[in-house]
């Protein structure tokens, strides 16, 4: 270090020190954007389960927004080969009308006068099924 002038190596000193500083400074820069990816792909894959909601929530999902993007055209293109492959679903059935038309009486079912025994409570059964 003697062939170095002293204010020469000072100045190399302060260049490396300012080297040292920016390098800190970028990689702080690097971090911050780094997290702000990270949220920007997590606030893609919420709003786009939202969108989606007849896909799993679980198949939308990825590190970057491609792989994001990726996954819900895949779980769409999934999907749909099922729906396609899946039976038609059988035809409602639907109830006649009854517009226009008579219908019976509901049944009841017909009560047992209390206290008769035999051939009375049969009587007694038949005369309150004919009201």
Partial sequence: MADIPDAELEQLRNEAAAGKTAAEALDKSQQDLEAARAQGVTALTDALRSANADLPADAI???????????????????E?????APAPAPAATQPTTAGQ??????TEPTAPEGLRGTERIRAALNAKKE
């Fill in 61 to 79: 999902a990825g590190a970057t927004i491609d792989e994001v993007n990726a996954s819900v055209a895949r779980a769409r293109s999934i999907a």
């Fill in 81 to 85: 080969h099922v729906k396609s492959a």
């Fill in 102 to 107: 008579a219908s019976a009486p509901a049944r």
